[in-house]
């Protein structure tokens, strides 16, 4: 499970963290990747001048505005759930090498 968190803070707030929210939203059900990402909100997260910020997982990111953000999000996103497909183990089919 990726965990994305958005501030929602004042500063956030003004510069459109509720419709990056909504985006990201959007995005997920589009994707049909819903359960694989939780979306989450948080108190300021003390970076106020650097634009609408949210992290995914442990890594902060600043966007200059939400059509920014979105971008950045879904290539993100998408990033994030390549990397987890490579890092599973695979199934083992139960044949012996020759
Ligand atoms: S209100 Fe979002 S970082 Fe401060």
Redesign the pocket.
């Known amino acids: 499970m990726i965990t994305v968190t958005v501030?929602v803070?004042?500063?956030?707030?003004i510069k459109g963290?509720r419709d990056l929210i909504a985006r990201f939203n959007d995005f997920l059900t589009q994707e049909a990747i819903e359960d694989k990402v939780e979306l989450k909100g948080s108190f300021?997260?003390?970076?106020?001048g650097?634009g609408?910020?949210w992290k995914i997982d442990d890594e902060v990111v600043s966007s200059p505005s939400v059509e920014k953000g979105v971008k950045m999000f879904q290539r993100k996103i998408r990033q994030a759930l390549k990397n987890q497909k490579s890092k599973r183990p695979r199934k083992r089919t139960g044949k012996k090498k020759a």
């Open positions: 501030c803070g004042s500063s956030c707030h963290a300021c997260m003390e970076r106020c650097e609408i910020n």
